[in-house]
């Protein structure tokens, strides 16, 4: 067994095996788990999709006279931004809306700038409208404020995402009579297209499905620069069906994670607008996976054939009552561009992008080989399946004789 502070002296002598979770599957294929996990001391993921509890905190430095924008409004490019906190410190979420956008979301076709633009164009080095109003105090007088902001004259700007890099998720069908517009995308009635968002073998947390290596103070790619772990992530849910081998069968471990975003690239942070549904953000994550033993190489060298999804209606299921699983389906049907349900063949589109992930998976390997970046232990373990953790989630189909 290795440990992660022998992998980083082999990373600082240039002498570490690093390659990414592709490559990895193909050495196993050879070399079998035992000689693999003595070769490979590292092995990268990446996923880059739609994650919309993201966000980003910024302290825009005090006017003069000074201005106490908590409690007050602020807009960023028209875009409103929390203020509940200290004088000039304000949060923009990736969903948040200008106030004048159509609530109720009736006209579908309009394109909708949010808060997710709003991010790609701060870490972008554009300038962002900024106009907030207070009601004045003695100490903070000013009650209004309207310039521009960027990356460079702010004081600080991080990058904050309450639950990124879901562990697996559902496929998204409809078997209602009408197209519908939701958070994985347009779905097609009467089984016309099934939606799906993950990348598979690539996924981070696939990869680690019981939690061993990766915990709160891990150190990731976030957004094209370096992030944490800061905490599980909302809707954390390790209790749910898994393979005998463990791999979780639907939804199940998230992750919040934290970095500077001055140092983050539109590259892998792009602002996105779902017809009919809102503005988000693509957020581009990646994780080094230490080879500690067997048991890692077996689970860092698990195929798309290893790794099985639920099939959920959103059409009437999903927004009204806790689902229940149509069938389910492994990634390498996902990804072949069709699957069968209830006898159709019903062809697949993915809303996240498997060659982004490759992407980053690639880049980290990079940084890593360079020395430029090390492991970290984790500080603390995130909630596992022995946790008393527990949601109301869709019931879990544990064989795909419905396919």
């Given at each position: 067994?290795?440990?992660?502070?022998?992998?980083?002296?082999?990373?600082?002598?240039?002498?570490?095996?690093?390659?990414?979770?592709?490559?990895?599957?193909?050495?196993?294929?050879?070399?079998?788990?035992?000689?693999?996990?003595?070769?490979?001391?590292?092995?990268?993921?990446?996923?880059?999709?739609?994650?919309?509890?993201?966000?980003?905190?910024?302290?825009?430095?005090?006017?003069?006279?000074?201005?106490?924008?908590?409690?007050?409004?602020?807009?960023?490019?028209?875009?409103?931004?929390?203020?509940?906190?200290?004088?000039?410190?304000?949060?923009?979420?990736?969903?948040?809306?200008?106030?004048?956008?159509?609530?109720?979301?009736?006209y579908p076709g309009a394109f909708r700038y949010g808060g997710g633009h709003v991010i790609e164009d701060f870490v972008s080095g554009k300038d962002i409208k900024f106009i907030a109003t207070a009601y004045g105090t003695d100490c903070y007088p000013k009650k209004k404020i309207e310039t521009y902001i960027n990356k460079y004259n702010v004081n600080e700007a991080?990058?904050?995402?309450?639950?990124?890099?879901?562990?697996?998720?559902?496929?998204?069908?409809?078997?209602?009579?009408?197209?519908?517009?939701?958070?994985?995308?347009?779905?097609?009635?009467?089984?016309?297209?099934?939606?799906?968002?993950?990348?598979?073998?690539?996924?981070?947390?696939?990869?680690?499905?019981?939690?061993?290596?990766?915990?709160?103070?891990?150190?990731?790619?976030?957004?094209?620069?370096?992030?944490?772990?800061?905490?599980?992530?909302?809707?954390?849910?390790?209790?749910?069906?898994?393979?005998?081998?463990?791999?979780?069968?639907?939804?199940?471990?998230?992750?919040?994670?934290?970095?500077?975003?001055?140092?983050?690239?539109?590259?892998?942070?792009?602002?996105?607008?779902?017809?009919?549904?809102?503005?988000?953000?693509?957020?581009?994550?990646?994780?080094?996976?230490?080879?500690?033993?067997?048991?890692?190489?077996?689970?860092?060298?698990?195929?798309?054939?290893?790794?099985?999804?639920?099939?959920?209606?959103?059409?009437?299921?999903?927004?009204?009552?806790?689902?229940?699983?149509?069938?389910?389906?492994?990634?390498?049907?996902?990804?072949?561009?069709?699957?069968?349900?209830?006898?159709?063949?019903?062809?697949?589109?993915?809303?996240?992008?498997?060659?982004?992930?490759?992407?980053?998976?690639?880049?980290?390997?990079?940084?890593?080989?360079?020395?430029?970046?090390?492991?970290?232990?984790?500080?603390?373990?995130?909630?596992?399946?022995?946790?008393?953790?527990?949601?109301?989630?869709?019931?879990?189909?544990?064989?795909?004789?419905?396919?």
């Amino acid at each position: 067994m290795k440990t992660i502070d022998e992998i980083n002296e082999k990373i600082k002598q240039g002498k570490a095996v690093v390659v990414t979770a592709e490559e990895m599957i193909e050495i196993v294929k050879e070399k079998g788990t035992k000689k693999a996990s003595e070769y490979v001391d590292v092995v990268t993921t990446g996923t880059f999709g739609p994650m919309c509890s993201s966000g980003m905190f910024l302290n825009v430095g005090h006017s003069k006279p000074r201005i106490k924008i908590g409690g007050g409004k602020c807009l960023l490019n028209d875009v409103p931004a929390y203020c509940g906190l200290a004088a000039v410190d304000i949060y923009i979420g990736a969903t948040a809306l200008p106030e004048d956008d159509p609530k109720n979301m009736v006209y579908p076709g309009a394109f909708r700038y949010g808060g997710g633009h709003v991010i790609e164009d701060f870490v972008s080095g554009k300038d962002i409208k900024f106009i907030a109003t207070a009601y004045g105090t003695d100490c903070y007088p000013k009650k209004k404020i309207e310039t521009y902001i960027n990356k460079y004259n702010v004081n600080e700007a991080y990058l904050f995402n309450p639950r990124n890099a879901y562990q697996n998720y559902n496929v998204a069908v409809n078997l209602g009579n009408r197209m519908i517009y939701t958070y994985m995308g347009i779905i097609k009635p009467n089984l016309g297209s099934a939606n799906y968002c993950s990348a598979g073998q690539l996924s981070p947390l696939l990869k680690d499905p019981k939690y061993r290596t990766i915990g709160i103070g891990t150190k990731i790619f976030l957004g094209g620069g370096i992030g944490y772990v800061t905490w599980n992530g909302t809707q954390h849910n390790p209790c749910v069906p898994r393979s005998p081998d463990g791999i979780p069968r639907a939804g199940a471990g998230t992750l919040a994670v934290i970095g500077d975003a001055k140092k983050m690239s539109p590259d892998f942070l792009r602002g996105a607008s779902f017809i009919g549904y809102g503005a988000t953000i693509f957020v581009g994550l990646g994780i080094p996976i230490p080879v500690l033993d067997e048991e890692m190489a077996y689970f860092t060298s698990r195929s798309d054939e290893d790794y099985w999804a639920q099939v959920v209606d959103y059409g009437n299921d999903y927004p009204n009552r806790n689902p229940v699983s149509l069938c389910e389906v492994n990634y390498a049907q996902l990804k072949s561009g069709k699957i069968i349900i209830n006898g159709k063949e019903v062809p697949t589109f993915p809303i996240s992008s498997y060659s982004k992930a490759q992407e980053i998976a690639i880049l980290l390997k990079e940084w890593i080989q360079s020395g430029s970046f090390l492991l970290t232990n984790p500080v603390a373990p995130l909630p596992g399946i022995e946790s008393d953790i527990k949601m109301n989630t869709l019931e879990v189909r544990t064989s795909n004789n419905n396919i």
